[in-house]
């Protein structure tokens, strides 16, 4: 009941202070800008300005003198970019009859192009060109995109048949392992298109669903480029990633899962930690790195010890008052983050689930927002304890608020520089430093750690290292500490 009674008064020094309210005003006014950037953000996107080359070509096209023969292939060449673009604008440049239109009708275009401007002119083919043209265009207008998977289909089985009469041919581990890979590629081909018919998917570019079969595509292969070779550690991260995303795109394919909510009330919870963790950082620091040099900074110390109370009993609310700031951390962040995201997003995004892949199962696995939010914060309470440790041993070595607070947070702020150092150089020593063990999140669902010297079982071996090694010398030291002079 004592040390009850003691940590109840420490909370009440914490939330006596105005410093408290002051640092948590500066966290809600983060939280309201960082939501209306999210908001009023859209993410910039890289365009090729089309237009500006198509009118170009048609003031060249003017220069071009068509009487001299040798200019024939020129100006066909810029007039049928010139038709393709204005049929693709026609369509709109987004539909999937414009994704299409180069690859179905350039050579067609040309073709009908070369025999309208060159020299020699010839009426039945052009009729039969134009015929070919007039098809396909029928097909566009009739929003029939099925028609060009099936004969995507047909024609990938007929490459198909001949690459397996190649592998029935092929000599040799070379010759055998190309005609292997060229047999998957086009199966998988094949799959992709087979896909779209099934899941109802036309042809496109930036719609999420053509976005997820071209990871898909992509993974798949690279899984399949590695699944057979001996890998070093950074091509097994590789190898992971690659089936991650296969299977993770593969379920976006078969749900219709759009994850793509940036800047939404789901997305700034599931990365809550990421996204405020250095406002966490100034809560717990400036908490737990006064929390005992106050008392010898104001003299209070004297006070606090004629109590019928041991040091380490005094010591001990101490260090339980911080993890308890360290929960009032997140919590306060998470209610600011409610309030404010509620009243700028609303709360519909948060019936999406989460998504993500199990190494352990191979399988995919989805969970609500706050479960999810609740295994992330497992995941990454060491950084936070670990943070509010060294500030809570700061506090009681040097007995000087300001250097403990300012030495915290240099080492708040140094350590993901240090961190990508570290894995970009690999360098083997460094994995004794805590500050690459202590964030737990690359490991959930069987994942591995980016750096290859550091797996779970040392992380958390690490971590508690330095968590005792910091927790005893508090106590070595403020049991011995002289307190006549102050």
């Known amino acids: 009941m004592s040390l009850i009674k003691l940590v109840k008064n420490e909370l009440i020094k914490v939330f006596g202070k105005k410093s408290i309210y002051i640092v948590?005003?500066?966290?809600?006014?983060?939280?309201?800008?960082?939501?209306?950037?999210?908001?009023?953000?859209?993410?910039?996107?890289?365009?090729?300005?089309?237009?500006?080359d198509i009118n170009a070509l048609i003031e060249e096209q003017k220069t071009i003198d068509l009487k001299n023969s040798k200019n024939i292939e020129w100006y066909v060449s810029n007039q049928t970019e010139i038709d393709i673009y204005n049929l693709k604008k026609s369509y709109d440049l987004d539909s999937w009859q414009a994704y299409l239109i180069p690859g179905e009708l350039y050579e067609t275009i040309y073709q009908i192009n070369y025999l309208k401007y060159g020299k020699y002119k010839n009426s039945y083919e052009l009729k039969k060109l134009q015929k070919t043209y007039n098809k396909i265009i029928a097909k566009f207008d009739n929003d029939d995109w099925r028609s060009f998977v099936?004969?995507?289909?047909?024609?990938?089985?007929k490459t198909l048949k001949?690459?397996?009469?190649?592998?029935?041919?092929?000599?040799?581990?070379?010759?055998?392992?190309?005609?292997?890979?060229?047999?998957?590629?086009?199966?998988?081909?094949?799959?992709?298109?087979?896909?779209?018919?099934?899941?109802?998917?036309?042809?496109?570019?930036?719609?999420?669903?053509?976005?997820?079969?071209?990871?898909?595509?992509?993974?798949?292969?690279?899984?399949?480029?590695?699944?057979?070779?001996?890998?070093?550690?950074?091509?097994?991260?590789?190898?992971?990633?690659?089936?991650?995303?296969?299977?993770?795109?593969?379920?976006?394919?078969?749900?219709?899962?759009?994850?793509?909510?940036?800047?939404?009330?789901?997305?700034?919870?599931?990365?809550?930690?990421?996204?405020?963790?250095?406002?966490?950082?100034?809560?717990?620091?400036?908490?737990?790195?006064?929390?005992?040099?106050?008392?010898?900074?104001?003299?209070?110390?004297?006070?606090?010890?004629?109590?019928?109370?041991?040091?380490?009993?005094?010591?001990?609310?101490?260090?339980?008052?911080?993890?308890?700031?360290?929960?009032?951390?997140?919590?306060?962040?998470?209610?600011?983050?409610?309030?404010?995201?509620?009243?700028?997003?609303?709360?519909?995004?948060?019936?999406?689930?989460?998504?993500?892949?199990?190494?352990?199962?191979?399988?995919?696995?989805?969970?609500?927002?706050?479960?999810?939010?609740?295994?992330?914060?497992?995941?990454?309470?060491?950084?936070?304890?670990?943070?509010?440790?060294?500030?809570?041993?700061?506090?009681?070595?040097?007995a000087n608020s300001a250097a403990s607070i300012a030495i915290s947070f240099v080492g708040s702020i140094a350590s993901s520089i240090i961190n990508l150092l570290v894995i970009a150089y690999k360098v083997k020593f460094m994995r004794y430093f805590i500050t690459l063990n202590w964030d737990f999140t690359d490991y959930l669902f069987g994942g591995i750690s980016q750096f290859k010297y550091t797996n779970l079982n040392f992380s958390i071996i690490v971590c508690l290292i330095y968590f005792l090694m910091m927790i005893i010398a508090s106590f070595i030291v403020f049991k011995n500490k002289n307190i006549k002079n102050i």
């Open 162 to 398: 001949t690459e397996k009469k190649d592998l029935a041919k092929a000599k040799g581990t070379a010759a055998i392992e190309a005609a292997n890979k060229a047999i998957f590629l086009t199966e998988l081909d094949i799959e992709i298109a087979n896909l779209r018919l099934d899941k109802d998917i036309p042809y496109g570019n930036t719609d999420y669903l053509n976005v997820a079969l071209l990871e898909y595509q992509n993974s798949k292969t690279t899984w399949y480029e590695n699944k057979d070779k001996e890998r070093n550690y950074d091509e097994e991260l590789t190898f992971r990633e690659a089936l991650k995303t296969m299977a993770l795109s593969k379920y976006t394919v078969d749900h219709k899962y759009n994850a793509s909510t940036t800047g939404s009330m789901r997305s700034i919870y599931i990365n809550l930690l990421t996204e405020y963790q250095f406002l966490m950082f100034i809560i717990i620091i400036f908490s737990c790195g006064a929390i005992v040099s106050d008392e010898f900074s104001k003299g209070t110390i004297k006070m606090l010890l004629i109590r019928p109370y041991s040091r380490h009993k005094i010591l001990l609310a101490k260090l339980i008052t911080c993890v308890l700031m360290v929960l009032f951390a997140y919590l306060a962040i998470f209610a600011f983050q409610s309030i404010v995201g509620y009243l700028i997003y609303g709360a519909s995004s948060l019936s999406i689930p989460v998504v993500n892949y199990n190494f352990n199962t191979g399988t995919v696995v989805t969970q609500n927002v706050f479960s999810y939010m609740g295994l992330s914060l497992l995941a990454q309470a060491p950084v936070l304890l670990l943070i509010a440790t060294l500030a809570f041993t700061l506090s009681t070595l040097i």
């Open 150 to 157: 099936n004969d995507e289909i047909t024609d990938l089985n």
């Open 24 to 52: 948590l005003f500066i966290c809600l006014g983060f939280v309201v800008l960082t939501n209306f950037i999210y908001k009023s953000y859209k993410e910039p996107t890289i365009t090729y300005n089309e237009e500006y």
